[in-house]
């Protein structure tokens, strides 16, 4: 599956920014999808995850309560929307696309989120 992941920027602290990550080439139902995030130094961390059909989901601790992962499979997309932006919320954004063995096997190209103080 290709996934194209879209919708970061600049924002100030406080702010809000929904990414957004289409899927093609495969059935996008079929997999679990995900969001992790890499700071500059930083290894890559994870964010959020939904299930193939968007009833369950789970975050990190460092975004509960702030960020909501959702998808549409309609549309072949997940959303993730990101409220109450902080600075340690800049890094590069990646979706991702985990298989029903549990391994996160296709990778979208990443969108940059920069949060200014």
């Known amino acids: 599956v290709q996934l194209q992941a879209y919708g970061g920027g600049l924002v100030q602290a406080g702010g809000s920014l929904r990414l957004s990550c289409a899927a093609s080439?495969?059935?996008?139902?079929?997999?679990?999808m995900g969001w992790f995030r890499q700071a500059p130094g930083k290894e890559r961390e994870f964010v959020a995850v939904?299930?193939?059909?968007?009833?369950?989901?789970s975050y990190a601790d460092s975004v509960k309560g702030r960020f909501t992962i959702s998808r549409d499979n309609a549309k072949n997309t997940v959303y993730l929307q990101m409220n109450s932006l902080k600075p340690e919320d800049t890094a590069v954004y990646y979706c991702?696309?985990?298989?029903?063995?549990?391994?996160?096997?296709?990778w979208g190209q990443g969108t940059q989120v920069t949060v200014s103080s």
């Open positions: 991702a696309a985990k298989t029903p063995a549990g391994e996160y096997a296709y």
């Open positions: 080439g495969r059935t996008f139902s079929n997999y679990a």
């Open positions: 939904i299930s193939r059909g968007g009833a369950s989901t």
